[in-house]
């Protein structure tokens, strides 16, 4: 059973940068297309970014492009998010998801989630 666990997350000033950590235990992730959504209160979750199993196709949230990098090391078993630039409306609980399937930012198509971790921009 792949399980997934989320890392990285913290407080940090408007402006600056975190990097996020999917790490996958129980199976091999490189067989996995895994996606990074995110969901603040009182709001809908919203794909933020995902990734092809091979690393060789990736996509953005138009409210992300530019800001945030997503990559994976299949040696590692593991996915990152490397969020620059952070903003105020970046705040929310950040997911990683996977589905042995096509990279996409609709939530609903990914089966294995992890438990999240809290990301806050605040001066």
């Known amino acids: 059973q792949l399980q997934l666990v989320e890392s990285g997350g913290g407080l940090v000033q408007p402006g600056g940068s975190l990097r996020l950590a999917c790490a996958a235990s129980g199976v091999t992730l490189d067989h996995y297309a895994v996606g990074w959504f995110r969901q603040a209160p009182g709001k809908e979750r919203e794909g933020v970014s995902c990734?092809?199993?091979?690393?060789?196709?990736?996509s953005y949230a138009a409210a992300v492009n530019g800001r945030f990098t997503i990559s994976r090391d299949n040696a590692k078993n593991t996915v990152y998010l490397q969020m620059n630039s952070l903003k105020p409306e970046d705040t929310a609980i950040y997911f990683c998801?996977?589905?042995?399937?096509?990279?996409?930012?609709?939530?609903?198509?990914?089966?294995?989630w992890g438990q999240g971790t809290q990301v806050t921009v605040s001066s």
């Open positions: 990734i092809s199993h091979s690393g060789g196709s990736t």
């Open positions: 998801a996977a589905v042995w399937g096509m990279a996409t930012l609709k939530s609903n198509f990914y089966n294995y």
